[in-house]
């Protein structure tokens, strides 16, 4: 993909995500601006779907929405709380545990800096920046498997894994785009752009996109074409 068409894709995409599920992450920080809760559900949405995390978001916050309430939860009261995310049990000991961490280590402040959100349990770099991007609107890029396929899909960049993904886009992504990147692209994954077989007659930017690795798509285009 040309470079210069980016921007122009970006642009298609934040039209055509208003008619999209919005992913429950950007929801969660869009309704509450609160750094804590992004860092919360997004632990609670590593591999489990987004009407799962939102219901299990809503549970655990109506019980405790800040790291001293939630320390006087017990594991078994947060497992409750969170079920059916994947591995529950191993994110209420996860959750318990950063926020302790962020009680007598940071003044129950959610850190605003990826050297210190990779210090707590369970978080990694695609969790740290999405509290930096969604939570402190900072600009960081999250990377998770749909930015990782779709940017690589695109011919945007030639990367082998999220990590690699992630310094190529910081080189190469405008820094105007990089906090909505990521929910531009999970929304594309969910609705259209799929790991197997995407509609890629229903995408909106398939003129832009040179479909590395796709060998079967669906064809239909309901779409007219764009300049």
Aim: proline share 4%; net charge positive.
């Amino acid at each position: 993909m040309k470079k210069n068409y980016i921007c122009k894709v970006i642009s298609i995409l934040k039209e055509e995500a208003r008619k999209w599920d919005v992913p429950v992450v950007t929801l969660m920080a869009e309704r509450s601006h609160d750094p804590f809760k992004v860092l919360i559900s997004t632990v609670l949405s590593l591999r489990t779907q987004d009407r799962v995390t939102e219901g299990a978001s809503k549970r655990l916050f109506e019980l405790a929405d800040n790291p001293k309430d939630m320390l006087k939860l017990s594991t078994e009261e947060i497992e409750k709380a969170i079920y059916p995310v994947g591995f529950y049990k191993v994110k209420a000991r996860n959750i318990l545990g950063i926020c302790k961490d962020l009680v007598e280590r940071y003044n129950s402040k959610v850190p605003d800096n990826m050297e210190e959100l990779l210090k707590l349990k369970g978080v990694g770099r695609k969790t740290a920046n999405l509290v930096l991007s969604m939570g402190y609107r900072k600009h960081a890029i999250c990377v998770d498997t749909h930015v990782h396929r779709i940017s690589n899909r695109l011919g945007y960049v030639r990367t082998k894994n999220p990590l690699e993904t992630e310094f190529a886009l910081m080189k190469k992504l405008p820094k105007k785009h990089w906090i909505e990147y990521n929910s531009l692209l999970v929304a594309l994954g969910q609705q259209v752009c799929r790991p197997i077989s995407p509609k890629c007659g229903e995408c909106p930017i398939e003129r832009y996109c040179e479909k590395v690795g796709v060998e079967k798509r669906r064809k239909a285009n309901k779409y007219r074409e764009r300049v």
